[in-house]
């Protein structure tokens, strides 16, 4: 039973794709860009655990899933972002590609995760 944010595997999953970008992007020196896509990576794990939490006083679903949503669109932000990095030669094409593919799965286990809630949004016991 999930009794904590952590024990979600996309906040997981979110949490090793933060490392991975600030690791990749730690000696960029277009700190606007840099600032952007760790920003937006930041969000997915952040937005998760925030709809978590506020998630436990609520007695539906629905809140939870608004921030999924919005963890869903950062995801899809970094992904866009890694396209531009690969454009501009901050990062190798395959490297960018295995990152993108990262976000991709993430995107789909957090549609997944967030179709299930949809499904079983029913009240809570009090």
Known sequence: MI???EDLIVWQLSRMLVIDVYKLFE???DFDFK???QRASISIMNNIAEGFEKGQISKDNKQFINFLNI???SCGEVKSMLYVAEDLKYVDEIIAKQLRDKC???SQKILAFIKYLQKNDKPKQQ
């Open 3 to 5: 009794q904590r944010y």
């Open 27 to 29: 000696k960029n020196r």
């Open 35 to 37: 600032s952007q896509i």
């Open 71 to 73: 963890s869903y669109g």
């Open 104 to 106: 991709y799965s993430l």
